[in-house]
């Protein structure tokens, strides 16, 4: 069996060094059938992998939201299906959080090494956002996508990740109070026509985002189904009591929470708003998004 482990040396706590050695210690790199890639620049991870992943029987990532997120897109864009194994070694790691409960790295390859875990099969969402010049990028998505005051924290929380990723997802939402302002969104979905009014709309594939924020609570990563959740225009002191509830999982108590689900849609907005990917900052003006659920697209370790 041939193993990749892709390292983003920048992620999180900067843990790379330690799993690094971890990994040259087993039985895999002895018998030479485990390779390393260290990125060098955004993007590298998403390009060697759309070139090279079927070369491999089990992708490791080493890093955060982000680097998983490249990750599964080389392993789309490929057309493979490796084994894919997320180790959560960056500040927030939402979706690795949903397979991998140990933080523990030597655990965690201990277990590798003696094929100690399961394989879930996992949606991705496709994904076109296109800005107000008519520009589109398409990227698929392993966790969520933000538009509007969410995006605009991840904007914000890009360059501030030293500390946890909760920490810094709250310190970036005070900051980004500053800006907070509503839009206006269409959503066409299963013959179905939304307009109303938000500040903010996450669309998930798994429950959390920000290090543990819970905006899609009824979100399962294989069910076909895609989420949306919705929050209406609010004050800013209302935003700053109510959002500690997304911590506790108790969003669907907040009556500006509208919740859907869907396999296809597309969305337009009436003024350009930022959007995220994964937690990744894509693009600060976007007026249109359409996405589509890929159904059981990715293979999973899971280690309970």
């Not at 490791?60 to 490929?78: K, M, P, R, W």
């Not at 929470?257 to 708003?273: G, S, V």
């Amino acid at each position: 069996m041939k193993y990749l482990a892709l390292i983003n040396p920048a992620a999180g706590k900067n843990h790379s060094k330690a799993i690094i050695d971890l990994l040259k210690k087993t039985v895999m790199f002895r018998d030479g059938n485990l390779e390393f890639l260290i990125s060098k620049k955004s993007g590298h991870i998403m390009e060697f992998t759309s070139e090279n992943a079927a070369r491999f029987d089990f992708i490791i990532s080493v890093g955060g939201d982000g680097t998983i997120n490249e990750a599964i897109n080389g392993i789309l864009n490929n057309g493979s299906k490796p084994k894919f194994l997320p180790i959560p070694a960056g500040s927030g790691n939402d979706f690795a959080s949903n397979f991998i409960k140990s933080k523990n790295f030597r655990h965690i390859i201990s277990r590798l090494e003696k094929f100690d875990y399961t394989i879930k099969s996992v949606d991705s969402i496709k994904t076109i956002i296109t800005n107000k010049k008519g520009e589109s990028i398409q990227r698929s998505i392993a966790n969520v996508i933000g538009i509007g005051f969410d995006a605009y924290v991840a904007h914000l929380n890009a360059s501030k990740k030293a500390l946890p990723g909760v920490i810094t997802y709250v310190i970036a939402v005070f900051k980004a109070l500053k800006k907070l302002k509503s839009f206006k969104y269409n959503i066409l979905f299963d013959g179905q026509e939304y307009i109303s009014d938000a500040i903010l709309v996450s669309i998930g594939n798994c429950i959390t985002t920000g290090g543990g924020f819970y905006l899609n609570p009824d979100a399962i990563y294989n069910d076909g189904y895609g989420d949306i959740t919705t929050i209406s225009p609010i004050s800013k002191l209302k935003l700053i009591q109510k959002l500690p509830l997304a911590l506790i999982n108790k969003l669907k108590g907040i009556k500006e929470a509208n919740f859907y689900k869907f396999q296809n849609f597309e969305m337009t907005l009436d003024i350009p708003m930022p959007v995220h990917l994964d937690g990744e900052p894509i693009e600060k003006e976007v007026v249109k998004v359409t996405a589509f659920v890929e159904h059981n697209s990715l293979s999973v370790v899971e280690m309970r």
